[in-house]
């Protein structure tokens, strides 16, 4: 159900908090509202708001963030949700949206990110910022020392300190480096990264299918 939240500028339009809803899950991944609470067991009804943190066992966990944002967090992973927003004119219906926002911290570990238009998504680790374009398709992987990115759709715009950099379609890049993006098909490992995100984009659209009235609960 909606709540106004909070107007933007004078036209009218309506900035609204939204909580990100679990898509498909088959371990016993944990989660807690913020960093300063007890990890507990998901289930059916559990929602996530800004703030929450997630933590994956050995099994994946879907999560549909805002409508058009949705991603497959790897197993053994742990990431923190920091925004959920969409905007919208006045009292117009989920298909009046006119801007959907997600941010990430992803601490440890992978994920796979699907965007729908007109969605934007944003992820940080401990070495950069990664922000795409809509329609886009990807992965990350970070670990203490290094985080690598691997798109297959659409674009990555990265920021690592004062390094900006761009990466297309096809081509995966690692932090820290000082070389450029290389052809995913250059790299044995990025060229698996890349099948396993097109299989996973395929899982999401199904789950997503299966959960439509589940969509992310604006509130």
Not at 104 to 124: I, Q
Not at 202 to 214: F, N, P, S, W
Request: charged residues 25%; glycine residues 8%; neutral net charge.
């Amino acid at each position: 159900m909606f709540a106004t939240m909070s107007v933007v500028g004078c036209s009218g339009a309506i900035r609204r908090g939204v909580l990100a809803v679990i898509l498909s899950s088959t371990g016993s991944a944990e989660w807690a509202p913020d960093a300063a609470s007890a990890l507990r067991r998901f289930d059916r009804a559990t929602t996530l708001a800004p703030g929450s943190i997630v933590r994956t066992d050995s099994s994946p966990l879907g999560i549909g963030l805002v409508p058009g944002v949705f991603v497959e967090i790897s197993p053994h992973s742990e990431l923190q949700i920091t925004e959920l927003a969409v905007t919208k004119n006045g009292n117009d219906t989920d298909d009046r949206l006119r801007d959907r926002r997600a941010r990430v911290r992803l601490k440890e570990g992978s994920l796979v990110v699907m965007l729908d238009s007109p969605a934007r998504f944003a992820v940080e680790t401990s070495q950069l910022e990664v922000k795409v374009t809509p329609g886009c398709l990807f992965r990350l992987t970070t670990k203490p020392d290094a985080t690598r990115v691997t798109c297959i759709r659409g674009k990555i715009y990265t920021t690592a300190g004062t390094a900006v950099s761009t990466v297309e379609a096809g081509y995966t890049q690692q932090w820290p480096s000082d070389e450029p993006a290389k052809p995913t098909t250059a790299e044995p490992g990025a060229q698996s990264e890349a099948n396993e995100a097109l299989q996973t984009e395929t899982l999401l659209r199904e789950a997503t299918a299966r959960h439509r009235g589940d969509a992310p609960i604006a509130r």
